[in-house]
């Protein structure tokens, strides 16, 4: 088999993993979607493995408890790998609400390999996002361990190696420039 090295020539960049997490509705997705637009103008072969696309078909087997929470994890974590073996940039986009299941994204994909992105909003700027009414419907009960009110979140610790990007009080534009600058020089080819 072609190992990464002649797959990254290949496609001339270095594969990456950007595993965005934070809230629901928090700007995940959007920013992991404007990025793989923007990397795909200047050339770049992305793979986003999202929340709702991966728990529809690959993990549609899992609930939210804390074992199917880390099973889901470690599955995407696994393809995340497959991919980054094959030079592509991933950016993944999933609640990860706990340092712990974090941890064990990095641990697989391997921690020179991973760059967490922690795309924070308050749960008030989320609830009043509440894209997909989620926040509507935790409100009355009908979510069940919903992240942020009946399930915690852990932001990350100020020694995590994280970026932070606060979609609190920047716009998408503001926030996708930032990233950009940042992500350019980790799969740019040497």
């Not at 809230?23 to 979607?33: C, D, E, F, H």
Request: glycine residues 8%; charged residues 30%.
């Amino acid at each position: 088999m072609l190992g990464r090295d002649a797959k990254e020539a290949q496609l001339k960049q270095r594969g990456h993993v950007f595993w965005f997490y934070g809230l629901s509705g928090s700007g995940k997705s959007t920013l992991a979607n404007a990025l793989e637009r923007k990397l795909a103008e200047q050339g770049y072969v992305t793979k986003i493995l999202d929340g709702d696309n991966i728990r529809s078909r690959l993990n549609s087997d899992l609930g939210f408890s804390d074992e199917d929470r880390l099973e889901n994890i470690r599955r995407i974590s696994e393809v995340a790998r497959l991919f980054l073996d094959a030079g592509v940039v991933v950016l993944a986009s999933f609640i990860t609400p706990k340092r712990a299941l974090r941890s064990a994204a990095r641990e697989i994909v391997g921690a020179g390999d991973l760059t967490p992105v922690y795309v924070e909003a308050s749960y008030e700027t989320c609830a009043e996002r509440d894209v997909k009414g989620l926040y509507a419907k935790a409100a009355s009960g009908g979510v069940k361990n919903f992240t942020g009110k009946d399930s915690s979140f852990e932001a990350p610790e100020s020694s995590d190696p994280d970026w932070t990007i606060t979609t609190d009080h920047q716009s998408e534009e503001e926030s996708l420039k930032q990233l950009f600058e940042k992500v350019l020089p980790l799969i740019k080819q040497h």
